[in-house]
């Protein structure tokens, strides 16, 4: 692909991301309840300590950074950074209401991470590294910012098989036609869910002492409404093609949603999905 066709395809992506930045603005609560065990898992290998600094990239709203801050004061720091501005907006609203103050926020890309070199003793990045074009760059440049023996605690989606609560729903708008099946390779949810490939990507940016960890997840909704309202927050394709639907779709979909999910859903109609994340640490 020629640069100028790469600079557009990241300049769509973004400015996706940014559309949905408020919706994830108001799912932030739901989205932590069930991704506290991720952020704490990310959190512990870090093995943070008052004085250090960190940097968490592709924060969205941020929550797993503001855990951190509050173990590296005092005297310690977090950038909190995301290349969309608006979910930078997000993250400054909820550090302010969860009295966080030993953090500066930036809007900073992965791929070309303008911050100095070896300047930082954490670096964390939930659910950020499969969405870019390139993560063999984005990780380099999070060696780069580490100082020699600083830690990298990420996270990424496991494969689309142990992910129902994200493929139920995506295939259900490609088999109600919808929406067209997602291409193959390049940026996207289970890019780096391939067995070994996320070790392969942090041994070669350099990284040793390299330990990788499947996380078990479950989303929890009370009804199909609320599930589909998440997923409407959370995945602007989803909210492209809910927007267009007449009544009778909405109905056609929610049916097909719950047969779909069958052996998830309890008597009362509530849902619980599971789902797994492959956790990584890694020193630089
Ligand atoms: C799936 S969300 C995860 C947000 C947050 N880390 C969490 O776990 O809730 C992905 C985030 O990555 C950001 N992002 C996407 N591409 C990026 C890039 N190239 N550089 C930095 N951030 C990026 C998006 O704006 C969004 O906030």
């Known amino acids: 692909m020629v640069q100028e066709e790469l600079g557009n395809q990241r300049e769509r992506m973004l400015d996706a991301w940014d559309a949905a930045a408020p919706g994830w603005g108001r799912q932030a609560d739901r989205m932590q309840l069930f991704a506290l065990p991720v952020s704490e898992w990310m959190v512990r290998r870090a093995a ?75 670096v964390l990045c939930r659910w950020g590294l499969m969405l870019v074009l390139d993560p063999a760059a984005a990780l380099r440049e999070c060696r780069r910012i ?10 990424v989606w496991d494969l689309p098989q142990s992910n129902p609560w994200a493929t139920i729903i995506s295939g259900a708008l490609v088999e109600l036609g919808h929406a067209e099946p997602p291409p193959q390779g390049g940026p996207g949810m289970f890019a780096l869910s391939h067995p070994g490939l996320l070790e392969e990507l942090l041994a070669t940016a350099g990284f ?11 989303r929890r909704y009370p009804n199909v409404s609320e599930w589909i309202a998440d997923t ?15 009544g009778e ?11 779909a999910a069958v052996e998830y859903v309890d008597d009362a109609g509530a849902i619980e999905l599971p789902g797994s994340t492959l956790a990584a640490v890694a020193l630089a």
């Open 146 to 155: 580490l100082k020699p023996g600083g830690r990298l605690a990420l996270a």
């Open 48 to 122: 943070l300590e008052p004085g250090q600094q960190v940097v968490e990239l592709a924060a969205g709203p941020g929550d797993t950074g503001f855990m951190a801050a509050r173990l590296v004061a005092p005297g310690g720091g977090l950038i909190s950074s995301d290349a969309a501005a608006g979910m930078l907006a997000v993250a400054r609203e909820r550090a302010a209401e969860h009295g966080i103050t030993n953090v500066e926020f930036k809007q900073l890309q992965l791929e070309w991470i303008d911050l100095p070199a070896a300047s930082a003793d954490a």
């Open 232 to 246: 409407y927050d959370h995945a602007s394709q989803f909210a492209a093609v809910w927007k267009d639907l007449g």
């Open 208 to 218: 040793s002492d390299i330990d990788t960890e499947p996380i078990t997840i479950v």
């Open 249 to 259: 779709q909405r109905d056609r979909l929610r049916e097909h949603l719950l047969r």
